[in-house]
């Protein structure tokens, strides 16, 4: 069997290579490696293959997240995946550890939901959410811009909570019904049940389910005693018997305006100064 695996020289302290080519122990077959930060248009370059060959993307959530940017992803090549990224959400979602031998993504990146930031459409694989997840993982890359070291999520959730975040109001509406949350924290929209490297938000979440549904989870309270419970808790995914601030709304059309600007984050990637976004499953899509 022939494969290209695509890597980024320069992920993982500039080892991309390196862990790329962990795949020869792991797989049978005839590998060709492609640096991900040379070629132009992914899409064609998949397109190009021979008939046989198919695909290995090697990397995290952020690769995964730029790749189905990138192409056709209800593509006829077989895509496999090799997670070596510092968070690994979505592996993590869908049962497979890091560094094991790659699995056939294919069914996974089909039909995936939609958010529109900034006038801009992206697909997401894990979630988005402006709010302190945003400031986290904004606060990840700054410290990863500045030393090889890489940024620490659960460092950057604590520096959030005892002074750098401030809350605030979340106007929230899923599949027409409103909902005002004050004082929040957190109101990321889930298409998986992780985020930040194993903190899982929305535990009943399905990816696959055949309702096409995603889910808005909002942590919002004013008591910070509360709240340092709650994010506890939410590591093993038990903050939703907090009821009186933890709020998990299923749906399919979900858009959420913050009453001042953040930064957003959308499976770990961050855009910043973003007051609203709006998601769409690939349910509702197929609806209209």
């Known amino acids: 069997?022939?494969?290209a695996i695509l890597y980024n020289p320069h992920s993982c302290g500039e080892n991309g290579f390196k862990i790329a080519k962990e795949i020869e122990s792991l797989m049978e077959g005839s590998f060709t490696y492609y640096d991900l930060t040379t070629i132009d248009s992914l899409d064609e370059f998949i397109v190009g293959l021979p008939k046989d060959t198919a695909v290995?993307?090697?990397?995290?959530?952020?690769?995964?997240n730029s790749f189905v940017n990138s192409i056709d992803t209800n593509t006829s090549k077989n895509i496999y995946f090799y997670a070596?990224?510092?968070?690994?959400?979505?592996?993590r979602d869908i049962g497979f550890k890091k560094r094991t031998k790659p699995i056939i993504i294919n069914d996974y990146i089909k039909n995936l939901p939609t958010a529109k930031i900034n006038g801009k459409t992206y697909k997401f694989l894990n979630c988005v959410g402006s709010g302190m997840d945003g400031y986290c993982c904004g606060e990840v890359e700054r410290l990863r811009s500045l030393s090889k070291k890489r940024g620490n999520y659960l460092y950057a959730a604590i520096k959030a909570l005892l002074f750098a975040y401030k809350p605030c109001t979340a106007y929230v509406t899923v599949d027409g019904k409103d909902y005002v949350f004050e004082n929040t924290w957190l109101v990321p929209t889930m298409n998986g049940r992780f985020f930040g490297g194993g903190f899982m938000a929305a535990p009943r979440q399905d990816r696959q389910n055949p309702q096409g549904t995603i889910s808005l989870v909002a942590m919002y309270s004013k008591n910070f005693f509360k709240i340092i419970t709650a994010f506890l808790l939410i590591m093993k995914g038990k903050h939703t018997i907090m009821k009186s601030m933890i709020k998990v709304i299923e749906g399919h059309e979900i858009s959420v305006k913050l009453s001042r600007s953040a930064t957003l984050q959308i499976d770990g990637e961050t855009i910043p100064n973003v007051t609203e976004y709006t998601v769409s499953s690939a349910k509702s899509k197929i609806k209209v």
């Open 84 to 91: 070596s990224g510092s968070g690994n959400d979505f592996a």
């Open 56 to 64: 290995i993307l090697t990397g995290g959530d952020g690769s995964l």
């Open 1 to 3: 069997m022939e494969y």
